[in-house]
């Protein structure tokens, strides 16, 4: 997969088929859009493309900056590749690209810089200044510059339809297994290990501190989880408490990992993170000895879930 930064960017003389959205999660509904886009490209023997945006255009047209996304440019990068996608685009969206009208950018944009034969969207896609544009729009503007446009319907998981909010809230709550299973692939956070105070270390429990540096990556409710990791080709499970550290009396929320069976120095090094089921709520404990004890437990069972699901 090619991956082209800015539209300006980008040159083609071959046919393209295209789709276009934020894509955040790359869910499996979005993973119907995609996989169909990757079909009919090599059935027409034309190059698939997904055109997306960073930031997300809340952030610009909103100004939400509390919205948090379930990927990282980076995730969704490496999730993309393994799709089979030709090229990927990834266009800076800002306040001068967010009023384009509808019409510009499909000529200015679809048209001229992409030279599209078809467009693939999904279920009630919007596009252009105010999201003026829709399906019916795109179908007139097909007939005048000379492209198709196909529509996915929505698709659905257990009769509830797949997207990006629902995944987010799911997360946000606590609700892995559900979240996952949305997304069709375990939920990650990546980080460098950074040193911490060693109280793990002093009850029995040496921790890998994760520092995530991207702001608007989604942190899941605080909490214990099960976890899993790929350290030097090996695979390590381990738990993960997402919180302020009640007990010793916190200041700032941390993410802290406890690897079973593991004595490898991993400092300033990335991991990354793959979230499988959360365990318990935080709580503030009596003493560092009874913290201790509930570790034990959380560990106990940690292990048992390892045993009959992983």
Same mark, same amino acid.
């Given at each position: 997969?090619?991956?082209?930064?800015?539209?300006?960017?980008?040159?083609?003389?071959?046919?393209?088929?295209?789709?276009?959205?934020?894509?955040?999660?790359?869910?499996?509904?979005?993973?119907?859009?995609?996989?169909?886009?990757?079909?009919?490209?090599?059935?027409?023997?034309?190059?698939?493309?997904? +055109?997306?945006?960073?930031?997300?255009?809340?952030?610009? /047209?909103? %100004?939400? &900056? @509390? !919205?948090?996304?379930?990927?990282?440019?980076?995730?969704?990068?490496?999730?993309?590749?393994?799709?089979?996608?030709?090229?990927?685009?990834?266009?800076?969206?800002?306040?001068?690209?967010?009023?384009?009208?509808?019409?510009?950018?499909?000529?200015?944009?679809?048209?001229?810089?992409?030279?599209?034969?078809?467009?693939?969207?999904?279920?009630?896609?919007?596009?252009?200044?105010?999201?003026?544009?829709?399906?019916?729009?795109?179908?007139?503007?097909?007939?005048?510059?000379?492209?198709?446009?196909?529509?996915?319907?929505?698709?659905?998981?257990?009769?509830?339809?797949?997207?990006?909010?629902?995944?987010?809230?799911?997360?946000?709550?606590?609700?892995?297994?559900?979240?996952?299973?949305? +997304?069709?692939?375990?939920?990650?956070?990546?980080?460098? /290990?950074? %040193?911490? &105070? @060693? !109280?793990?270390?002093?009850?029995?429990?040496?921790?890998?501190?994760?520092?995530?540096?991207?702001?608007?990556?989604?942190?899941?409710?605080?909490?214990?989880?099960?976890?899993?990791?790929?350290?030097?080709?090996?695979?390590?499970?381990?738990?993960?408490?997402?919180?302020?550290?009640?007990?010793?009396?916190?200041?700032?929320?941390?993410?802290?990992?406890?690897?079973?069976?593991?004595?490898?120095?991993?400092?300033?090094?990335?991991?990354?993170?793959?979230?499988?089921?959360?365990?318990?709520?935080?709580?503030?404990?009596?003493?560092?000895?009874?913290?201790?004890?509930?570790?034990?437990?959380?560990?106990?069972?940690?292990?048992?879930?390892?045993?009959?699901?992983?």
């Amino acid at each position: 997969m090619k991956i082209t930064n800015n539209i300006s960017n980008f040159f083609s003389n071959k046919k393209t088929i295209l789709t276009i959205g934020t894509f955040d999660g790359v869910h499996l509904g979005h993973r119907e859009i995609l996989d169909y886009l990757v079909r009919v490209s090599k059935k027409e023997n034309n190059t698939s493309i997904l +055109l997306t945006f960073f930031p997300h255009p809340r952030m610009v /047209i909103q %100004k939400d &900056n @509390n !919205l948090k996304l379930i990927n990282t440019i980076k995730e969704k990068q490496v999730l993309l590749q393994k799709l089979g996608i030709d090229e990927l685009v990834i266009h800076p969206f800002d306040k001068e690209f967010s009023r384009l009208s509808a019409f510009e950018f499909v000529r200015d944009v679809l048209v001229e810089k992409f030279n599209i034969s078809k467009i693939i969207i999904g279920y009630d896609h919007h596009f252009g200044k105010n999201r003026e544009g829709n399906f019916e729009q795109l179908q007139e503007y097909g007939q005048m510059f000379g492209f198709e446009v196909e529509e996915i319907t929505a698709k659905t998981l257990n009769d509830i339809a797949i997207s990006s909010t629902k995944v987010r809230k799911a997360l946000e709550e606590g609700h892995i297994l559900k979240a996952n299973k949305y +997304l069709g692939y375990n939920f990650m956070l990546s980080g460098k /290990i950074e %040193k911490g &105070n @060693n !109280l793990g270390s002093k009850i029995g429990f040496p921790t890998a501190n994760i520092s995530v540096l991207e702001s608007y990556k989604l942190i899941p409710k605080t909490g214990s989880y099960l976890v899993k990791s790929n350290i030097e080709n090996i695979e390590y499970f381990g738990m993960m408490n997402i919180g302020f550290r009640p007990t010793v009396k916190g200041d700032k929320q941390t993410i802290e990992v406890y690897y079973f069976d593991f004595d490898k120095d991993i400092y300033d090094k990335v991991v990354e993170v793959e979230v499988l089921e959360f365990l318990r709520d935080e709580q503030k404990f009596d003493s560092v000895e009874t913290l201790k004890d509930q570790l034990k437990k959380d560990e106990i069972f940690s292990k048992s879930l390892i045993f009959k699901k992983y």
